[in-house]
Antibody, heavy 120, light 112 residues
Framework: QVKLLQSGAALVKPGASVKMSCKAS????????VSWVKQSHGKSLEWIGE????????NFNEKFKGKATLTVDKSTSTAYMELSRLTSEDSAIYYC?????????????WGQGVMVTVSS | DIVMTQGALPNPVPSGESASITCQSS???????????LNWYLQRPGQSPQLLIY???TRASGVSDRFSGSGSGTDFTLKISRVEAEDVGVYYC?????????FGSGTKLEIK
């Protein structure tokens, strides 16, 4: 069955960076975009951006350009997101999710989420 | 960016009753191919979001037929018939017409 297994919670200091992972299984990794979604405490969902594993092509929410870097390792079917220059505003749960290659496919599977806490 | 605005529910909803959640987009989500690019997700307490409805009215695999989606180009409704305890959570609408992909603020459903 399809699974997106994310790395564990992270506690990081302001100004530092954090890199989280999303390991896919149960499907062909290169057939789906991998998106990342932010959920601040008790709030709604924000789409950060997505990456196409086969080519490394990305689409970003302008708000997160310069903040988030998306990469993949096709050999391990793992997607990564690195967040840089962290502030308290980056404290949130981050989900990875996938959608089919067609431009207008929905997010049909989600990871369990990674809680990132930015604190000194 | 396309803004998604969701309405509130008169919580709690009695078990077995119906509940309708509204969502409005700042731009028509009806595309030239005839599809409307509006999705609905449910986030149960402590869980990740899960897909319920896509293209405004198509149920995702394994989703109960108690859930139905309808609407026009800018006004949408998710109807839950005969609400049950497992329906508790926050419901989000999302537009898929253009980047950045955007979500509504969420509508909380509580059951009595």
């Amino acid at each position: 069955q399809v699974k997106l297994l994310q790395s564990g919670a992270a506690l990081v200091k302001p100004g530092a960076s954090v890199k989280m992972s999303c390991k896919a299984s149960g499907y062909t990794f290169t057939d789906y975009w991998v998106s990342w979604v932010k959920q601040s405490h008790g709030k709604s969902l924000e789409w950060i951006g997505e990456i196409y594993p086969n080519s490394g092509a990305t689409n970003f929410n302008e708000k997160f350009k310069g903040k988030a870097t998306l990469t993949v390792d096709k050999s391990t079917s793992t997607a990564y997101m690195e967040l840089s220059r962290l502030t308290s505003e980056d404290s949130a749960i981050y989900y990875c999710t996938r959608r089919a290659l067609t431009t207008v496919a929905p997010f049909d599977y989600w990871g369990q989420g990674v809680m990132v806490t930015v604190s000194s | 960016d396309i803004v998604m605005t969701q309405g509130a529910l008169p919580n709690p909803v009695p078990s077995g009753e119906s509940a309708s959640i509204t969502c409005q987009s700042s731009k028509s989500l009806l595309y030239s191919d005839g599809k409307t690019y509006l999705n609905w997700y449910l986030q149960r307490p402590g869980q990740s979001p899960q897909l319920l409805i896509y293209w405004m009215s198509t149920r995702a695999s394994g989703v109960s037929d108690r859930f139905s989606g309808s609407g026009s180009g800018t006004d949408f409704t998710l109807k839950i018939s005969r609400v049950e305890a497992e329906d508790v959570g926050v419901y989000y609408c999302q537009q898929f017409l253009e980047f950045p992909l955007t979500f509504g603020s969420g509508t909380k459903l509580e059951i009595k």
